[in-house]
């Protein structure tokens, strides 16, 4: 398969991508500022622009898209737009420009996080994003044509990345590199749609 690896050299994604390329696949990688082509997910246009560049492609990974720690105190709607064009709009972009480029069953993958399903202090937008994404990824697998499939990564703290959040999310427990990676694989090449896969350690 040729796969678009949006975010393919960040922390998840260079790890996605090296799987693929060693199981055999063609990857291209995008990012705001490295990969093989470049791409702004919080600009629909951007998001056009790199599908005409790259041409078709088999399967669609979305790892790119953070969402930020939030205090529901001060959390303003402003704040929530500005993350919601990454994380929720960047990623539904992906799937709605990308069912006219892709080919016939082709997979769309992508992520969103813990939060949609555990409560935790700080993270009330993160949280709502999430969700909306798992309720985005369940109603467009009903819709998408020519046998298109997509599917929802949603992880914990991945195990790359304690030394930066574990101080923000004490007691949370991290998810192994390779199971996640492993999640990713089971959608991409698997046959399953409209569903959400849980990593969470």
């Known amino acids: 398969m040729r796969v678009l690896v949006v975010g393919g050299e960040g922390t998840i994604g260079r790890h996605v991508s090296a799987e693929l390329r ?12 490295s990969g093989n082509v470049r791409v702004d997910v919080r600009h629909r246009d951007s998001v056009a622009d790199m599908y005409r560049e790259i041409g078709g492609v088999d399967a669609v ?7 930020t720690t939030d205090r529901l105190l001060t959390l303003s709607r402003d704040e929530l737009l500005q993350n919601m064009q990454g994380k929720l709009l960047g990623q539904v972009d992906l799937v709605l420009l990308g069912q006219h ?6 997979s769309f993958t992508l992520t969103s996080g813990i939060f949609a399903d555990e409560p935790w202090p ?24 020519r046998g298109m499939r997509v599917n ?19 007691g949370m427990r991290p998810v ?7 999640g990713y694989l089971s959608v991409i090449e698997g046959e399953r749609t409209g569903e959400v896969v849980r990593a969470y350690g």
Request: no cysteine; charged share 10%; proline share 5%.
């Open 22 to 33: 060693r199981r055999g696949h063609v990857v291209v990688t995008a990012g705001r500022s």
């Open 176 to 182: 192994p590199m390779d199971a996640l990676v492993t």
């Open 152 to 170: 929802v990564v949603s992880p914990t703290m991945v195990g790359d990345s304690v030394d930066s959040f574990a101080s923000t999310f004490p």
């Open 101 to 106: 480029h892709a080919a016939a069953g082709a």
């Open 61 to 67: 990974v979305a790892t790119a898209a953070h969402g």
């Open 122 to 145: 700080g993270v009330t937008g993160g949280a709502m994003i999430n969700a909306a994404l798992h309720a985005f990824v369940r109603s467009a697998a009903l819709e998408l044509p």
